[in-house]
């Protein structure tokens, strides 16, 4: 396996006395040594998102001695972020992710540049964005940018190290088609439909399950940057935190992929359209959390029904709610009246826009649902309802 580093790149970089001192646990490795510290510093990371596996990925990085790392992200700290954004720490709340990014890989490493990107990976920016830079490290929690950064990294013959998780399970793998090996398309042609899987936010995910995948990936970047050892190429590593196990699945490249494949008709990018927290039929009746409130002020002549699981009931919850979860809900439906108006809501607006779909098929007519779930209504009506 060669550096992704040119040779001319990194033959003219120099460490001074005290990046030697620093990088001395590097330089005393015998496969990697003052050259291999010498591709570190000439190379350039790019990092998309600085949530959860953004994190760990960003911050190794740094410590490593990257030359250049930039992030992509456009988002705000949550506290819901901090249980596994180590990026990020409470007194960050409410600012931009890059910010506090900005300065903790300052903290970590004043010697390596960060550029930030305050922005939403789109077709219109990301080939510009990534131009400089060496890789890309796929930190993403959606299936708009993961597509993008995908297509981005084969049509620009960048190594894409991927990395993505879900509660108890990770994943990584290397998707890099000029190298050999499939791209994320071939896995996975087509994006799913909305509702195939659940919301990026609804699913939940054990906070140091990005650590433990980002290092991961991390380690896959600095792998490639190096030229050492067996590059996550061609295969997937899954990892199931619970039952602690890898496994390891041989990936093939499919002929017939639409971006790397031998007639490719993908040919510059383009953003796709997965709605994953909008609703995914735009002609659903739906109200938005003012017309919510509106509504329960003048009394409660309908009935607020919440599709959340009772895990989520216990986070938060509107008064004078019917809980049935979404999945129970096609075997519940007795337990409505399709004479009494029924309101739909659930965290964010994905589900609810299910379940109404479920009640309109059943023949109810009198039905909405609310946009933007109790997240909407904790943002904009009651902060007391936490956000989570
Ligand atoms: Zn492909």
């Not at 970047?221 to 050892?229: D, M, P, R, S």
Request: with cysteine.
């Amino acid at each position: 396996m060669n550096s992704i580093i040119s040779e001319h790149r990194f033959t003219e970089v120099e460490l001074s006395p005290l990046e030697r001192q620093r990088y001395a646990r590097h330089l005393s490795i015998p496969d990697v040594g003052l050259e291999g510290q010498r591709k570190l510093k000439a190379s350039r990371v790019l990092c998309i998102g600085a949530g959860g596996l953004g994190s760990p990925v960003t911050m190794y990085l740094a410590a490593a001695g990257i030359g250049e790392i930039g992030i992509v992200d456009f988002d705000r700290v949550d506290y819901s972020n901090l249980q596994r954004q180590l990026l990020h720490d409470t007194s960050d709340v409410g600012k931009l992710k890059i910010e506090s990014a900005i300065e903790r890989l300052g903290a970590i490493n004043p010697g390596v540049r960060v550029k930030a990107f305050e922005t939403r990976l789109t077709s219109e920016n990301a080939a510009k964005i990534a131009a400089p830079y060496d890789l890309i490290v796929d930190g993403t929690d959606n299936f708009q940018t993961r597509y993008l950064s995908n297509d981005l990294s084969v049509l620009t013959r960048k190594p894409n190290v991927y990395g993505s998780i879900f509660r108890f399970e990770g994943q990584v793998s290397v998707f890099a088609p000029h190298l050999g090996g499939p791209c994320y398309r071939c896995l996975f042609p087509n994006p799913p439909e909305p509702g195939q899987v659940p919301s990026c936010a609804e699913g939940g995910v054990l906070g140091v399950l990005p650590g433990i995948i980002g290092c991961l990936q991390a380690n896959e970047a600095i792998k490639l940057i190096l030229g050492l050892g067996d590059p996550l190429i061609g295969r997937l590593v899954h990892f199931d935190a619970l039952a602690f196990r890898f496994r390891e699945i041989k990936l093939r490249r499919d002929p017939q992929c639409a971006v790397c494949g031998e007639n490719p008709t993908i040919t510059e990018l383009q953003d796709i359209t997965f709605a994953c927290d909008m609703n995914p039929s735009p002609s659903l009746p739906e109200i938005d959390v003012h017309q919510l409130k509106s509504r329960l002020e003048v009394g409660p002549l309908f009935v607020l029904l919440d599709v959340r699981e009772p895990a989520e009931i216990e986070v938060a919850r509107l008064d004078g709610s019917v809980v049935i979860p979404l999945g129970e809900l096609p075997a519940r439906l007795g337990e409505l009246d399709p004479a009494v108006e029924t309101i739909i809501h659930c965290k964010a607006g994905g589900r609810s826009a299910k379940a109404l779909q479920i009640l309109l098929d059943a023949g109810f007519t009198h039905v909405c649902h609310v946009k933007g779930g109790i997240n909407a209504w904790s943002a904009e009506i009651d902060p007391s309802v936490p956000l989570y």
